[in-house]
Nanobody, 117 residues
């Protein structure tokens, strides 16, 4: 079993930046792609970015150019660097393996991001 633990959330003013981390309890990045999801208050869960086992990255249009996904294989940690944040980025941010499969089906509990003035 693998545990995923997010950290780095918090409150920030519009235009600010945050860097989220997702620590895996053991190495999985070599066999599992990883993704960042978010759930805004009262809304559904959306996939906003993912990174493949080959290092390829993909972003939803709403975050493209502002967010950067990366991973550190040595530390088993996935990151999401977020810049130029707006109130619309307020959400619970959750990391998970992506795509989900029989051997890659792990979810973190999330870290909350609030963007307000």
């Amino acid at each position: 079993q693998v545990q995923l633990m997010e950290s780095g959330g918090g409150s920030v003013q519009p235009g600010g930046s945050l860097k989220l981390s997702c620590a895996a309890s053991r190495p999985i990045f070599d066999r599992c792609g990883m993704g960042w999801y978010r759930r805004p208050p009262g809304k559904e869960l959306d996939l906003i970015s993912y990174i493949g086992t080959d290092g390829s990255t993909n972003y939803a249009d709403v975050v493209k150019g502002r967010f950067t996904i990366s991973e550190d294989n040595g530390n088993n940690t996935l990151y999401l660097e977020m810049r130029n944040l707006t109130p619309r980025d307020t959400a619970m941010y959750i990391c998970a393996t992506f795509p989900l499969s029989g051997s890659c089906n792990y979810w973190g509990q999330g870290t909350e991001v609030t963007v307000s003035s």
